[in-house]
């Protein structure tokens, strides 16, 4: 994948998730640029005295997922986001809370699967168990 097509697919993740979160009376800020290296969104139920941090991954077609595994972050979440760029409706949301994610990175590296510790994430599959996992989320309501 270009250089380009990440650049795109990373940029829909993360406006497709704060739609999303907003639809669900989410207040969402984008935490720009490279001192905010922990998260892509900001996320806060006014009504409610919860806020939380988002790191977004998103990606055009269903491979590896890349995750740099990280020390544990309460109230840090994860969205990964199968995004369809012909429809971008169609697209798939995969949510877990940051312990969720590194249980499946220590899963995916325990595996006998090849692993590098420079490349960490999982296989796109082992993401399913996840997909629309909304309800990890703080003050979510369906």
């Known amino acids: 994948m270009t250089a380009s097509k990440k ?4 940029w ?3 406006f497709l998730t704060a739609a999303k979160l907003a639809s669900r009376g989410f207040e969402v800020a984008f935490t720009m640029g490279n001192s905010t290296p922990l998260a892509d969104l900001f996320a ?3 009504d409610r005295n919860e806020a939380f941090l988002i790191d977004v991954k998103g990606q055009m077609s269903n491979n590896f997922w890349m ?3 990280k020390d544990l972050v309460e109230k ?3 969205i990964l986001v199968r995004v369809d760029m012909d429809d971008v409706l169609k697209s798939r949301f995969f949510v877990a809370s940051h312990q969720m994610i590194l249980e499946m990175l220590e899963t995916y590296k325990n595996s006998g ?3 590098d510790d420079r490349f960490t994430g999982f296989n796109w599959g082992d993401a399913m168990k996840i997909e629309n996992n ?3 989320l703080p003050g979510w309501e369906e």
């Open 44 to 46: 806060a139920r006014p």
């Open 134 to 136: 909304w309800n990890c």
């Open 12 to 14: 829909a993740a993360q």
């Open 67 to 69: 995750i740099k595994k």
């Open 76 to 78: 840090l979440f994860y």
């Open 113 to 115: 699967i090849k692993h």
């Open 7 to 10: 650049h795109q697919s990373q």
